[in-house]
């Protein structure tokens, strides 16, 4: 039976399938490498940056723009970090 953590992280994946190709790869793939050791405060802060409109995540992770708030320009850099580890790999 899946914990209510579990139900939780499934729900957030669940979530990362946007609709576009470049960005269900990029969120999904970290959110099912990195989920199952968030804290709250990173779960909470993953939720956040999956409630942006697609067209604002795009320029994101194409570093068209940058995030206003820090926690999510921080988040962004992670993302784009793990996707090279796992290219490189």
Do not use: C
Request: net charge positive.
């Amino acid at each position: 039976m899946n914990t209510v953590a579990e139900q939780q992280i499934n729900r957030l994946i669940w979530r990362t399938r946007r609709g576009a190709r470049e960005l269900d790869g990029l969120l999904m793939a970290y959110a099912q490498e990195n989920a199952s050791t968030w804290s709250p405060e990173e779960m909470a802060s993953f939720e956040e940056l999956l409630a942006q409109p697609d067209p604002v995540l795009m320029d994101w992770f194409m570093r068209r723009a940058r995030p206003r708030d820090t926690q999510l320009k921080g988040l962004v850099a992670e993302i784009l970090a793990s996707k090279r580890r796992l290219s490189s790999a």
